[in-house]
């Protein structure tokens, strides 16, 4: 064993790597995790009276490869099982193909046909390790809702031509945009819940961190994987001020910016600088130098929000989304005043309507416009909308005040 760790820690770190070489030589994503489950348990029973083995994982993937031939046999598929021994010898030749078994299991637990939700809780259950029960609280459900919706997204991939390969040279932007995806899905919803009474999830946030590690370690020359990293690093050096000391969410103008993490931000800042110079800029690359600005700024009054302004213009155009629209109009509000930023968010009625984030930014610039009666309204309405129990708590406190203000 190569450290004192702890068996549970050490299987719980080795799961995902061996997962991804038993899906590689199975095809199947449920069997594989049949197999290393017995190889698990294998191992909870014999490393305490035996010991850890020099290669803890080489034994995990030959027990957990013994099982699925065991497997195979018993269900007596005779074609299946001369398929996956072919596959078993071919992966031991010395011109096998060398893919990172994680980065495997990673592109098919974020496959296009699976939804975002569950792709997801794939994610976590499959490359994360973590529990079925650990997922559930994470997404407030009951652990037999996730073992459902985790059991149909394997059924899903099941029924796919060949999911768990890499992507062919046609198929890789697409498949890396889906992973991309998942785990900034993945790391907002730890950052900023969008449900429930915490403001933010550490354990999926975490977890997004060291996923994008993961894939950025395995695609370091990629800009927007290296901008992905950036920006979940930029935006999580944040989380020690983003609460008060009961748990209430604290606003990025209210934060204490001495308890953001500053090598986490020095890391973030040095990638995107680098990822921004390899060619053409992504979406992803682009948060990442929204991200810097603020957080290389002293103070919100300090910060430079013409170049914020120049920035979201820029992703505005890249991605014609309209949450960036409603960020530029705060920045324009800061560069040109709130009557500027208020007639950029009309434009959003159609596109967002009855969106409480729409309504939130309508109280805030109200409220610098000097107009605190219609500013209580806009942010009422807010929380009525958002379905954060803490976000909602945030908007009636700021409402509270702006009516204190109005009493004579």
Same mark, same amino acid.
């Given at each position: ?22 899906? +590689?030589?199975? #095809?199947? !994503?449920?069997? &594989? /995790?049949? *197999? ?7 191992? $909870? ?79 976590? +259950?499959?490359? #994360?390790? !973590?529990?079925? &029960? /650990?997922? *559930? ?7 037999? $809702? ?84 950036? !920006?979940?690093?930029?935006?999580? *050096? ?93 920045? !324009? ?76």
């Amino acid at each position: 064993m190569p450290s004192d760790q702890p068996i549970e820690d050490l299987l719980r770190e080795l799961a995902p790597q061996v997962l991804g070489v038993l899906v +590689r030589r199975s #095809g199947d !994503l449920a069997d &594989a /995790e049949d *197999a290393l489950q017995d190889a698990l348990l294998a191992a $909870t029973t014999q490393w305490p009276a035996d010991g850890v083995p020099d290669n803890p994982r080489g034994w995990l993937v030959v027990v957990g490869q013994h099982k699925l031939v065991d497997r195979y046999r018993s269900e007596d598929a005779r074609r299946r099982r001369e398929v996956l021994v072919v596959t078993m010898e071919a992966a031991e030749q010395p011109d096998a193909s060398q893919a990172d078994d994680s980065l495997l299991l990673l592109f098919g637990c974020c496959h296009p046909a699976l939804s975002p939700a569950s792709a997801i809780a794939l994610t976590l +259950r499959s490359v #994360g390790g !973590l529990t079925t &029960a /650990e997922i *559930a609280r994470a997404f407030l459900v009951p652990e037999p $809702t996730m073992a459902q919706r985790l059991s149909r997204a394997r059924r899903t991939l099941r029924e796919l031509d060949g999911p768990f390969r890499m992507p062919a040279p046609h198929e890789y932007a697409e498949r890396l945009r889906a992973v991309l995806r998942v785990l900034y899905l993945m790391f907002n919803e730890g950052y900023a819940s969008t449900t429930g009474s915490t403001v933010a999830r550490a354990d999926l946030a975490v977890e997004a961190l060291r996923l994008t590690r993961t894939l950025h370690a395995s695609l370091p020359d990629d800009p927007e994987v290296t901008g992905l990293l950036a !920006l979940i690093l930029l935006t999580d *050096a944040r989380r020690p001020a983003r609460t008060g000391p009961l748990g209430e969410l604290v606003s990025l103008a209210d934060q204490d910016r001495g308890l953001w993490d500053r090598a986490m931000v020095d890391e973030g800042v040095a990638l995107v600088e680098d990822a921004l110079v390899r060619g053409a800029v992504g979406e992803y690359q682009l948060q990442a130098a929204i991200a810097a600005v603020h957080d290389e700024a002293p103070s919100t009054d300090a910060t430079d929000w013409p170049q914020l302004l120049a920035l979201y213009a820029l992703l505005e155009r890249m991605t014609g989304n309209p949450m960036v629209t409603l960020n530029r109009a705060v920045a !324009l509000a800061m560069v040109d005043g709130p009557d500027a930023g208020l007639a950029l968010l009309a434009t959003l009625d159609d596109r967002l309507p009855g969106h409480h984030r729409l309504a939130a930014v309508r109280g805030h610039l109200l409220e610098r416009a000097g107009r605190p009666q219609e500013a209580a309204e806009q942010l009422l309405l807010a929380s009525h909308g958002t379905t954060s129990l803490a976000e909602r708590d945030y908007l009636r406190v700021q409402v509270a005040r702006l009516r204190q203000g109005l009493t004579p």
